[in-house]
């Protein structure tokens, strides 16, 4: 669908929301349904393997990503034990780790030298949730 009538789709399917219809949509493009579902129902072979409120999903998963606004290197924090990979987006550093206890290790490192405007710890997208449940990889 081109971007113009994705938009005039989603315009319909929020004011049929906001009048108070219910709406089944189907579909392999988690932000569309991250951005527009209220309950997620994944299925991988036919069968249900999660089925629950969007943002009671998505918080049901470790936070392993962190947005941070750092003067230290991209080099310099993938060096770090607890950090898998950096990168930069739209002016932030977005930090990938090995798991969510690692964050203050984290933190402590990259306040060491004093504040810094933005550490946020990020839940998982529906699109990495359903790559972790349903197995699909890209391509």
């Given amino acids: 669908m081109d971007p113009v009538n994705a938009e005039i789709l989603k315009a319909l399917i929020f004011d049929m929301k906001k009048?108070?219809?219910?709406?089944?949509?189907?579909?392999?493009?988690?932000?569309?349904?991250?951005?527009?579902?209220?309950a997620v129902l994944?299925?991988?072979?036919?069968k249900t393997v999660l089925y629950g409120a969007t943002e009671e999903i998505k918080n049901s998963f470790p936070r392993t990503k962190i947005k941070l606004e750092s003067?230290?290197?991209?080099?310099e924090l993938s060096a770090?034990?607890?950090?898998?990979s950096a990168e930069?987006?739209?002016?932030?550093?977005?930090?990938?780790?090995?798991?969510?206890?690692?964050?203050?290790?984290?933190?402590d490192y990259v306040t060491k030298d004093g504040f810094?405007?933005?550490?946020?710890?990020?839940?998982?997208?529906?699109?990495?949730?359903?790559?972790?449940k349903v197995g699909e990889k890209d391509g």
């Avoid at 219809?21 to 991250?34: D, G, K, P, Q, Y």
């Avoid at 994944?42 to 036919?46: A, E, F, I, R, V």
């Avoid at 770090?80 to 898998?84: E, I, P, R």
């Fill in 19 to 38: 009048q108070g219809s219910t709406i089944i949509f189907s579909s392999h493009r988690m932000e569309n349904v991250e951005e527009l579902c209220d």
């Fill in 42 to 46: 994944m299925l991988k072979n036919g």
């Fill in 71 to 75: 003067t230290h290197s991209l080099e």
């Fill in 80 to 84: 770090l034990q607890a950090v898998v």
């Fill in 88 to 107: 930069k987006s739209k002016g932030y550093t977005i930090l990938t780790l090995n798991s969510q206890n690692d964050a203050p290790a984290v933190f």
């Fill in 116 to 132: 810094i405007p933005t550490f946020t710890l990020e839940a998982p997208t529906l699109e990495e949730i359903f790559r972790w």
